[in-house]
C-alpha cells in the first residue's frame, strides 16, 4: 500500500459525501502521474489534459463507487486509462498479438549476445522510442508498473486485470519491449 | 543461437518464462534458489536474465519528470472548480 493511501481514502470519502474540498488533495498528489500515463497514451499534449480534467471529474462524480478494494491510486489509473482509450476511440482491452512465450525471447535476444540490445540501451531515447512501437495494451501495463512504479495489485486494478493476468502481460510486454530494442538495434535504425 | 538445456532441475524456456516474477522479487525462495542456480551455470540465460533486468532499470529512468504544466494546472483546477 502506498504511503499516500490511507489520505486518498479519507479524501475520497470526504468527496462520497459532498465535501468538493477534498479533491484537491487527490490533484496535489496525482496530477502529474496521471499526466505522464495520459500523456504517453495520447496524441498530445491537449488530449492528455482533456483526458486528465475528465479524470478527476470522473472521480468527483463517482467517488461513492470506490469499493475499497486495492488502492485508491489504482482506481484513479483505472479511470485514467478509460478517458484515454475514449479519445483514441477504441476499445479497452483490445488483444495484443500472442506470440509464445518462446518466441518473444528469442525476438527479445536470448541466445545470442545481446549486443544490439546493450547498444540501443546506451541510448538515452531509445527506450522511449521502443516503447512508443508497443502495442497500447503493452504501453499501458510498463507505464504502470515500471514507469509509474504502481504495486502489482494496483496495476491490476488500474488494468482490470486479476493480479496472474496481470503478471502475465507484464512479462510478455518486457519481452516484446526488448524485442523491439533488439530489433532497432540490428536493423541499424534510429527508431 | 543458444538451446534450451537443463541446468539445475530447471530448463532455460521455464526461466524465461520466471524472469519477470524472478526480476520483481515475486519467487519463492526455493524457485529463487533454483533459478539462482540455473542462472549460475547457464551463461545464455545469465546474460539474458542481466539485460532484462537492465532494459526494466531503464523503463524505470523513463519517469523523466515530465508534469503538468502552469497553465494545465490552471485549466484543470477551472473546470473542476466549475462542477456541480
Partial sequence: MQPTDDEDRAALARLAAGDRGA????????????????????????SAEDALQETFVSVYRHASHF???????????????????????????????HESLE???????WGE???ALLDRLADQQAVGRALGRLSDEEQEILLLHDVEGLSGSETATALELSVSAMKSRLHRARLRLAGALEKGGRDGRGS | MAEDREVAGIRCFEVLGRLSDYLDGELEAAARRQIDAHLAGCTWCEQFGGHMGQVVGRLRAERDGLKLDEAGAKRLAERLAGLK
Avoid: C, K, N, Y
Fill in chain 1, 113 to 115: 549476445d545481446g549486443r
Fill in chain 1, 23 to 46: 479533491l484537491s488533495g487527490l490533484v496535489a498528489r496525482h496530477q502529474d502521474a496521471l499526466f505522464r500515463f495520459l500523456r504517453r497514451l495520447s496524441s498530445d499534449s491537449a
Fill in chain 1, 67 to 97: 469499493r475499497g478494494e486495492g488502492s485508491v491510486r489504482g482506481w484513479m489509473f483505472a479511470i485514467a486509462r478509460r478517458q484515454a482509450a475514449l479519445g483514441r476511440r477504441r476499445h479497452v482491452g483490445e488483444p495484443a498479438q
Fill in chain 1, 103 to 109: 518466441t518473444l525471447g528469442l525476438e527479445a535476444g
